[in-house]
């Protein structure tokens, strides 16, 4: 029974983005209780299920677990606010580097003696969610066998194309949200800004992904909203081994060292989480296996991806895994990145293990401001343990928890008015987070421009990135080797 007129309201906006991601009335229902009641000044809701940085205005007036969770699956079709290419007039874009996470996927665990989720990854026009380019960007897949990417890529599929799911594998769901981020990219840096001539050539694109078919799966989607139908002899994926894309310089002790320790926190975070082991006794009684192989099997991940497909939580002759347990999962796992944050220890591996990519980056777009017309585009495909590191480096700790298909841009730009001087943009999920940074949060307070310098960025690379490290180091190997830790 709705009390009031605010709330009425609330209900109402609440009721029509439902609708807008085709969720069905039973899911609605079920969920319409837990909509936050804050307001605006008018009394109605602004809620942006893409925001990435709190905001005490739309948020929900508590934590609340399965809003969380909504917004981690991010399920496509509401229409996106992005601030990816706005610049003054007198600047010129210049090159763009983009860092993905993976579309939604099948889940890499499964809940011991439960049936596998019932969930179809073969990419067809008649099921939801759904984009337009969706059967070309099949056909066109289906041309590319004869791609040349670095091996092992090349023995991967282009597609999912099994009834059932494997394990890991990227869902239709995946592949929608990556074309929608490439039409949404494609739209700003080629159509507005030309980032590309309507001639591009090979080494004007960089392309990197690890070696799991969700993540070249990701990639080419992404790709394909931005170029469609590309040419696939002007496409190469290279392979990164690591997830850390780490290249030639992944051997790090001191990282190691930090993540263990981050390790030995998050154990004693759960030790200490009295409601969060009585949860996953029950969830063992239920599925009739010890409690210790229940939690090893990490059970959110699977409840997760049956939550974000609309499918029920098991039920045995024992009872039901319910939304009251997932609650308490994915309460503990917010808990967990709230305190990560304040421990610091991850803030030590983040800045050992994100070195090297931004290292990268950063060099590239030194040789982009050199003149150089190679890489004027680049994509880097990769996972949830790519991007939160790098997130936590930069210095934006009230970033949340890299969604499905989670996007992380940096942008290059020129003064056209002073040739010799270039700035950069940074936006996750099309929220610019650029003053949020630890190397450039001051910097709008001293400069009209709505960017940062690119020295700020290089400075942090090469130099302050050591100095927040402690220890006297000046460069990645002396802080990598550095004794007594």
């Known amino acids: ?157 282009l597609y999912s194309s099994h009834q059932l799911c494997e394990m890991g594998e990227l869902t239709q769901t995946g592949v929608v949200q990556h074309l929608q981020n490439g039409q949404l990219l494609r739209d700003i840096y080629l159509k507005k800004h030309k980032l590309l001539p309507s001639d591009w050539a090979a080494e004007q694109l960089h392309l990197e992904t690890t070696g799991k078919s969700r993540t070249l799966q990701s990639g080419l989607a992404l790709l394909y909203g931005f170029l469609p139908d590309f040419d696939w002899k002007k496409v190469y994926f290279r392979h990164q081994p ?84 997932f609650k308490v999962i994915k309460t503990h796992q917010i808990e967990d990145e709230r305190e990560r944050q304040e421990k610091k220890l991850y803030l030590g591996y983040a800045l050992l293990g994100a070195h090297p990519i931004l290292n990268q980056t950063v060099s590239r777009m030194q040789h982009t401001a050199e003149g150089r017309k190679e890489g004027l585009f680049t994509l880097y495909s990769a996972h949830d343990v790519t991007l939160a590191p790098i997130l936590s480096a930069l210095g934006l700790t009230g970033a949340r928890f890299p969604r499905f298909a989670a996007r992380l841009v940096f942008e290059l730009w020129q003064d056209r008015e002073k040739p010799r001087e270039h700035s950069v943009r940074i936006l996750y999920d099309g929220v610019d987070i650029t003053f949020h940074t630890s190397f450039c949060q001051d910097h709008h307070r001293r400069s009209p421009k709505p960017m940062c310098p690119l020295e700020n960025l290089v400075r942090f690379i090469k130099k302050d990135m050591f100095v927040a490290l402690g220890g006297g180091s000046t460069n990645y190997y002396e802080a990598c080797h550095r004794e007594g830790f």
């Not at 508590?62 to 003054?88: F, K, Q, T």
């Not at 070309?136 to 890529?153: I, N, R, T, Y």
């Not at 850390?244 to 989480?273: A, D, H, I, T």
């Not at 296996?289 to 029920?312: E, G, W």
């Open 1 to 157: 029974m709705v009390k009031n007129k605010a709330t009425a309201r609330l209900c109402r906006t609440f009721l029509v983005w439902c609708l807008s991601l085709s969720l069905p009335l039973s899911l609605i229902r079920r969920r319409l209780h837990l909509i936050p009641v804050s307001t605006t000044k008018n009394g109605v809701t602004s809620k942006n299920r893409k925001r990435i940085m709190p905001d005490p205005a739309t948020e929900p007036p508590v934590m609340d677990p399965v809003y969380e969770a909504l917004l981690y699956c991010n399920i496509p079709g509401v229409a996106e606010r992005s601030m990816e290419g706005h610049a003054p007039h007198h600047f010129k874009l210049v090159s763009v580097h983009v860092f993905i996470r993976h579309g939604d996927r099948y889940p890499l665990y499964a809940i011991p003696k439960t049936k596998r989720p019932e969930i179809d990854c073969t990419l067809v026009a008649n099921r939801k969610p759904y984009h337009s380019k969706l059967e070309a960007f099949v056909s066109h897949m289906s041309k590319g066998s004869g791609a040349s990417f670095e091996s092992p890529l090349h023995s991967l599929p």
């Open 242 to 325: 690591s997830a850390l894309f780490c290249s030639g310089n992944c051997y790090c002790p001191l990282r190691n060292q930090y993540l263990e320790k981050e390790q030995r926190r998050q154990y004693l975070l759960r030790l200490n989480n009295r409601q969060l082991e009585r949860t996953y006794e029950e969830m063992a009684r239920i599925v009739d296996i010890p409690t210790k192989q229940l939690r090893a099997a990490n059970p959110i991940d699977s409840l997760l991806c049956l939550f974000c497909h609309n499918v029920s939580f098991p039920c045995t002759k024992n009872g039901c895994i319910t939304m009251d347990h």
